[in-house]
């Protein structure tokens, strides 16, 4: 299964989710409308621009920068850990990436969702965020947004809001910790994955001790850790299990891709990959 999130591009117009006025807002300051979106409710802010897609299944709402996301997706489910892992790989091969899974219980008649941090770029701009999905009756839901990573904006309360309008238990007096958290409890600074048809590679970084671990899907507690030389801009060298290699980022301080060689004359493509799944994918094998 592959799931590609479609980044805020120009679509047409259209008015297919149905909007009420809603006085009893959980948005403290916006006067809001509430939207039922395949049989979802939400209340957003009255005064952002709406836009939907020809096909009806994703709309957008823009402030005054970035950019808020529903989309659904039907007849598919993303309860299981391999599901969500190729929903991890599908966005990361459209350009983006998703890290610290959280799980937000609901109040309302919902299954519990699942909330990451979002980084994506687009036409080689950066942008980062948030995004949730859960499932439905007979599909899944993604509710997100962006902003650009220069952006003087904050939108973080406004997600929560958002998401407590759907019935979702968001502690408004924790919200920074629970849309925008960091990995300070793992040593790693970085993971990467190498997707093929039936398996994949992860390469996890150690910038401190300057060491990549390195471990396949179909082996998970086979890991080797190598010792590696170099900055990510000109280049590290280091091997796995004897054979000799050496990666790159795509672009200068731009850690989205990882581009790696071996010694056989091989060159793979190794997207930036959520770390906290990753690392808890290997941690659940050794």
Same mark, same amino acid.
């Given at each position: %299964?592959?799931?590609?999130?479609? !980044?805020? /591009? ?10 009420? &006025? $809603? +006085? ?20 957003? !802010?009255? $005064?952002?621009?709406? =836009? ?10 823009? !402030? *005054? ?22 929903f991890e790989v599908g966005l990361n ?6 890290? $610290? ?7 309302a008649s919902y299954n519990d969702a699942y909330l990451y941090e ?5 036409? &080689? ?9 859960? @499932? ?11 902003? +650009?990573?220069?952006?003087? *904006? ?11 309008? %759907?019935?979702? *238990?968001? @502690? ?5 910790? /629970?849309?925008?958290?960091? &990995? ?6 970085? &993971?990467?994955? =190498?997707?093929? $048809? ?20 179909? #082996? !998970? ?48 493509? #190794?997207?930036?990959? #959520? ?12």
């Amino acid at each position: %299964m592959l799931i590609l999130l479609l !980044p805020m /591009l120009y679509f047409s117009l259209s008015t297919t989710a149905y909007a009420s &006025s $809603n +006085p009893e807002s959980t948005f403290e300051n916006y006067e809001t409308t509430n939207y039922n979106f395949f049989e979802v409710n939400f209340d957003i !802010p009255s $005064n952002w621009r709406v =836009v939907e897609t020809d096909d009806r299944k994703t709309v957008y709402f823009y !402030p *005054e920068e970035g950019v808020f996301m529903f989309q659904y997706i039907d007849d598919i489910s993303l309860e299981t850990e391999e599901s969500r892992k190729d929903f991890e790989v599908g966005l990361n091969q459209s350009g983006g990436k998703l890290d $610290n899974e959280k799980i937000l219980t609901n109040n309302a008649s919902y299954n519990d969702a699942y909330l990451y941090e979002l980084e994506y770029e687009v036409n &080689s701009q950066d942008y980062s965020g948030n995004l949730m999905h859960f @499932d439905t009756t007979e599909g899944v839901m993604i509710v997100s947004y962006m902003l +650009p990573v220069n952006s003087s *904006e904050d939108y973080s309360e406004e997600y929560s809001d958002l998401l407590a309008s %759907m019935g979702f *238990e968001v @502690d408004n007096d924790e919200q920074v910790g /629970l849309i925008k958290t960091d &990995s300070e409890d793992s040593k790693y600074e970085n &993971s990467f994955t =190498v997707s093929f $048809n039936d398996y994949e590679i992860y390469y996890l970084i150690d910038e401190d001790d300057s060491t990549i671990s390195i471990f396949t899907s179909d #082996a !998970p507690s086979d890991v080797y850790v190598s010792q590696y030389t170099g900055d990510f801009n000109n280049g590290i060298n280091f091997d796995w299990d004897g054979l000799k290699m050496r990666a790159h980022y795509n672009y200068w301080n731009q850690d989205s891709k990882l581009i790696i060689h071996d010694e056989s004359g091989n060159e793979l493509e #190794a997207q930036n990959s #959520a770390l906290s799944v990753v690392e808890e994918f290997m941690n659940k094998h050794n």
